[in-house]
């Protein structure tokens, strides 16, 4: 197509029905339905995900996990987040501070609340937090886009001294919290041509914050989730947030089920691939082992009967 902008589609990961035409035809989600499966179900409602890192060399993909996690993608936290009373923002927490490791340079005014999206590319925070990025990192700031970007000099002075970024969020905006560290490579993403021309000049690249007009807007997007791993259980309506690792591609998924409620993870027994039905094949298998049982047992009788008399 011969535009700049189109609609993309987006593939809803909630295990809630979905209504396209009214609320009285409900459609199962793509989570449920693999869940239903009758052969192979995933083993509970839930997923994981992080979207990889495309600026390191080699690039690093984005790991999405059904019924469960990734082990190597990730340094496991035992924090875990309830989700929030908006069923269309789940994955609410509260971002206490934000700092630079290289100056201890606070970005963050005041904690806030913010919501965890993979539909967004950005991080929204408040104008402060902005200014203060915009001042620790050099960036130059465009009205008419409403975008931050970084030239090509900034850029090389920041690639040898790697600023590391320091999100501190927890299920409240005090209390316990987790540290998500963001390095420098997953801050600076590819600009428009029309930008680079116009704007930072040939080599620059965007930097991907945006400015929050209001409160609801504080998000955290892919780009956060370039350096996080977040994990969704819908059975236990709790999510847990931790550091996001970079396996190398020789590495193979260590895929760990997350098991439902009421099944013991301490079972050996239970794997990913336990079905919630018997089929045909076991069935058949215990029919004809109890006729097996039974027989023997007659047998057993008759003999110790005919010895007896």
Do not use: C, H
């Given at each position: 197509i011969i535009t700049r902008n189109f609609t993309l589609g987006s593939l809803a990961l909630t295990p809630r029905p979905i209504n396209?035409?009214?609320?009285?035809?409900?459609?199962?989600?793509?989570?449920?339905?693999?869940?239903?499966?009758?052969?192979?179900?995933?083993?509970?409602?839930?997923?994981?995900?992080t979207a990889g890192a495309y600026?390191?060399?080699p690039k690093v993909f984005g790991s999405l996990v059904f019924g469960g996690y990734d082990s190597n993608c990730f340094v496991y936290k035992t924090m875990t987040f309830p989700f929030g009373s908006d069923i269309s923002m789940d994955f609410q927490v509260g971002i206490q501070t934000i700092a630079i490791n290289k100056t201890q340079q606070h970005l963050l005014s005041a904690p806030i609340v913010s919501y965890i999206s993979t539909l967004v590319p950005d991080i929204w925070l408040p104008f402060d937090a902005c200014a203060a990025f915009q001042d620790a990192f050099h960036l130059s700031y465009s009205n008419d886009t409403e975008t931050f970007y970084i030239n090509s000099t900034q850029h090389a002075k920041n690639?040898?001294?790697?600023p590391i970024v320091s999100f501190h969020v927890g299920p409240e905006i005090s209390?316990?919290?987790?540290?998500?560290?963001?390095?420098?490579?997953?801050?600076?993403?590819a600009a428009n041509v029309a930008d680079t021309n116009t704007i930072i000049g040939e080599g620059?690249?965007?930097?991907?914050?945006?400015?929050?007009?209001?409160?609801?807007?504080?998000?955290?997007?892919?780009?956060?989730l370039q350096s996080a791993y977040l994990t969704a259980?819908?059975?236990?309506?709790?999510?847990?947030?931790?550091?996001?690792?970079?396996?190398?591609?020789?590495?193979?998924?260590?895929?760990?089920?997350?098991?439902?409620?009421?099944?013991?993870?301490?079972?050996?027994s239970v794997t990913a691939a336990t079905p919630t039905r018997l089929n045909t094949t076991v069935i058949a298998g215990i029919a004809?082992?109890?006729a097996v049982t039974l027989a023997s047992i007659a047998a057993i009788v008759f003999i110790f009967y005919r010895r007896k008399k």
């Open positions: 396209f035409t009214d609320y009285n035809t409900p459609v199962l989600s793509l989570l449920q339905n693999l869940r239903n499966q009758k052969d192979t179900p995933i083993p509970s409602l839930s997923w994981s995900y600026n390191l060399a690639l040898v001294s790697n209390g316990a919290w987790v540290v998500i560290n963001m390095p420098y490579w997953n801050f600076y993403l620059g690249f965007r930097f991907p914050i945006r400015r929050a007009a209001k409160d609801t807007q504080y998000v955290l997007g892919r780009a956060f259980d819908y059975e236990r309506n709790i999510f847990n947030l931790s550091q996001a690792i970079y396996p190398s591609s020789s590495t193979k998924e260590d895929i760990v089920p997350i098991l439902p409620l009421g099944m013991s993870s301490q079972d050996p004809i082992g109890v």
